[in-house]
């Protein structure tokens, strides 16, 4: 993975965190846990986006940062997609982590987070209606 992409995993994952520690928005994060599929995940990054804009902040990921991050080609997301996510999601749990804030929400991340086998893509069950 090119060192400009880690970089920019390790800025968004960093602001997410911020997010979620300034709004205790646990459904950002399970949201971002359950995004399985491509255009769920864009429209969760653009939804949370809108919001901190109408605070008068800074978007949650800018457009290059989502191209660098996510897309391959023009309309086409990378193969690894979900790797990416995954490494945001590693790095917010490590930041988060590190804030204490899983022992004021130890309700955060969802139950069966911890109780996944690790599967192949087939055996994965997608879960189609993001947390509400």
């Given at each position: 993975m090119e060192k400009e992409r880690i970089e920019t995993i390790r800025v968004v994952a960093d602001r997410i965190a911020g997010e979620i520690l300034s709004q205790n928005d646990k459904k950002l994060l399970q949201n971002l846990w359950w995004s399985s599929r491509y255009d769920h995940l864009r429209a969760l990054l653009i939804r949370a986006g809108v919001r901190r804009a109408e605070?008068?902040?800074?978007?949650?990921?800018g457009f290059e940062e989502f191209v660098?991050?996510?897309?391959?080609e023009e309309d086409v997301e990378r193969p690894d997609w979900r790797l990416?996510?995954?490494?945001?999601l590693i790095r917010i749990i490590e930041q988060?982590?590190?804030?204490?804030?899983?022992q004021q929400h130890p309700d955060a991340l969802p139950k069966e987070a911890t109780q996944l086998p690790i599967l192949d893509e087939s055996d994965i069950r997608v879960k189609e209606e993001?947390?509400?």
């Open positions: 605070r008068g902040q800074q978007p949650l990921i660098t991050v996510f897309e391959h990416a996510r995954d490494l945001v988060l982590h590190q804030k204490g804030w899983f993001l947390v509400g």
